[in-house]
């Protein structure tokens, strides 16, 4: 139990476009979703959280007019990386909970998205 | 500075044989610590979590410890197989917030 599905698993696409990547909680109710971003051989690093029906938080640093997320429903939120640039290219994971953020239940990963923008 | 340290951050192993995986952090106030396996080009698998009063927690081969006192945690991989090649990912929550370790990669050879 406890699949999220990521989508695309990679994408290439010209600089200027814009990329849409769906997170999707398969087997259950995802209260709050996360997004990461990985560079090679370093740690996860949290972008932003969304909570159903409400706006997400972004970390500092993270542009939220770049990376829109949406998270319409308890089972899917959508990242959309805008007019990306090569620096976008990156590792893009996300994560759902089922018990919102003050949990101790672990969050559940999707496989990513590998973004390459040339 | 990043709270979550993590050692080492490579070794190479002959199946069947042992190893450990080291965790330091700073993080507080202290939730929970958890252990994440991550193959290549995957997201993340949960392996273990622990909370403060707990000191340690076995998933099959994998075993956590955690000492909340000194701040470290290790896990221990037994009997190792080629299938646990990955990264090995320490992530300490702080509530609402979660602090990555930058992982310590294990390579499993025949």
């Known amino acids: 139990g406890a699949v999220v599905s990521q989508h695309p698993s990679w994408v290439i696409c010209k600089s200027g476009t814009s990329v849409k990547i769906e997170c999707r909680s398969l087997?259950?109710?995802?209260?709050?979703m996360f997004w990461y971003r990985q560079f090679p051989k370093q740690s996860l690093m949290l972008m932003a959280t969304?909570?159903?029906?409400?706006?997400?938080?972004?970390e500092q640093g993270v542009e939220k007019d770049k990376f829109l997320i949406n998270h319409a429903s308890l089972t899917l939120s959508t990242l959309t990386v805008t007019s990306a640039h090569p620096e976008d290219s990156s590792f893009y994971i996300c994560?759902?909970?089922?018990?919102?953020?003050?949990?101790?239940?672990?969050?559940?990963f999707g496989d990513g998205t590998r973004l390459s923008i040339l | 500075k990043n709270q979550v340290e993590q050692s080492p951050q490579s070794l190479i192993i002959l199946e069947g044989k042992n190893c450990t995986l080291q965790?330091?952090?700073?993080?507080?106030?202290?939730?929970?610590l958890r252990w994440y396996k991550q193959d290549t080009g995957r997201g993340p698998v949960s392996l273990t979590i622990?909370?403060?009063?707990?000191n340690t927690k076995s998933n099959g081969r994998y075993t956590a410890t955690l000492d909340a006192d000194t701040k470290q945690s290790s896990l221990h991989i037994t009997a190792s197989q080629l299938s646990d090649s990955a990264s090995y990912i320490c992530?300490?929550?702080?509530?609402?917030?979660?602090?990555f370790g930058a992982g310590t990669t294990v390579t499993v050879r025949a």
């Open positions: 969304s909570n159903e029906g409400s706006k997400a938080t972004y």
């Open positions: 087997d259950f109710q995802a209260t709050t």
């Open positions: 622990m909370t403060f009063s707990e």
């Open positions: 965790c330091n952090y700073t993080v507080s106030p202290f939730s929970n």
């Open positions: 994560s759902a909970s089922f018990a919102g953020t003050y949990s101790n239940q672990p969050q559940h």
């Open positions: 992530v300490v929550s702080e509530y609402y917030k979660l602090s």
